[in-house]
């Protein structure tokens, strides 16, 4: 019921423990600001794998007195948690070090060896973010941009964004290590550093943003919605389906809410025997359905309500 893979995550913890470890290595040779900041990056992304693999041992618990819909939710709280260190300190850690660099420029030594580790990281960064679009297109329809607005799978689109970000931070490590060899000047290494923290900076609003919407619940796949209301008003008996409710608890795990009006012909006993195969029909048909309710509502109290 938990988001995306246990192999997508370890894989990224693998390949960023190795990068931060070198990446450090590099930075105590060379003195290089954006080196520095590219291993606190690995570290905090390191960390934050850690995280997404406790959350999803915590989401997978079964429902209990206190939680009766379960910890699923747990998945989505834990990704929110992830996006505020990427924000305060990945972005916030980078632009820090970028400045402090600028202020006190210092030349980088040794700077093939920045460029063998950068090499080697981003073909570790490359290994996991493919690992993580494979779970991530494995559902998607549309744009990339869509995608990422309507995905209920925020553990992968963690490693996806971070993947990404450390691909371009790679990159513009590089450049402002180039720049600095090339023209003498260790300012463009610092600069290399605050941009950085402005990528990380903004792909962590984006995961705020996308895991609150998660955390406060968010409803499931239109054509879902469409189908679960075409299963029920199938069923004999049903004259109206007023509405389709539903919210997710998990990636997979949806909770659904059904009012439907019934034939005023039928006795109470017959609108039981219906409610029962129409939860029995939406959660065998839609293996997402963690739970279906149906509550008889009549057209006109409907109407009033309304």
């Known amino acids: ?25 590099a930075a105590a040779f060379t003195g290089s600001s954006a080196m520095l900041t590219e ?37 989505y709280f834990w990704s929110f948690i992830v996006a505020i260190l990427v924000f305060a300190l990945g972005a916030g850690v980078s632009v820090f070090e970028g400045v402090m660099h600028i202020l006190h420029p210092e030349p980088a030594e040794s700077p093939l060896i920045a460029f063998a580790v950068l090499g080697v990281a981003f073909g570790l960064e490359g290994w996991s973010i493919l690992a993580a679009l494979g779970d991530f297109n494995r559902g998607r329809r549309g744009t990339v941009w869509a995608a990422i607005r309507d995905t209920k799978d925020a553990p992968t689109l963690v490693i996806l964004l971070e993947d990404s970000g450390a691909l371009v931070g790679l990159v513009v490590a590089a450049l402002g290590l180039g720049l600095s060899l090339l023209t003498g000047n260790p300012l463009w290494d610092g600069m290399a550093s605050v941009v950085i923290g402005l990528v990380l900076g903004a792909l962590a609003l984006i995961l705020l943003y996308e895991a609150k919407g ?17 299963t029920a008003a199938a069923h004999t008996g049903v004259v109206r389906v007023h509405e389709v409710l539903t919210v997710h608890s998990a990636p997979t795990m949806v909770t659904v ?7 005023d012909t039928i006795t109470a006993r017959d609108v039981e025997r219906i409610v029962l195969a129409i939860e029995t029909d939406v959660s065998s048909r839609f293996p997402l359905v963690a739970r279906v309710y149906v509550r008889p509502r009549d057209s006109a109290t409907e109407a009033l309500d309304g």
């Open 1 to 25: 019921m938990a988001g995306g893979s246990t192999r997508t995550i370890l894989i990224a913890l693998g390949a960023n423990l190795g990068i931060a470890v070198a990446k450090f290595v």
């Open 39 to 75: 291993g606190v990056h690995s570290m905090v992304d390191s960390t934050n794998q850690l995280l997404l693999l406790h959350g999803r041992s915590r989401a997978v618990k079964p429902a209990d007195a206190l939680h009766p819909f379960g910890y699923g939710r747990e998945l």
């Open 214 to 230: 998660l955390l406060i619940g968010e409803s499931a796949d239109p054509q879902l919605v469409a189908a679960i209301r075409a």
């Open 257 to 263: 809410i059904i009012s439907a009006d019934f034939d």
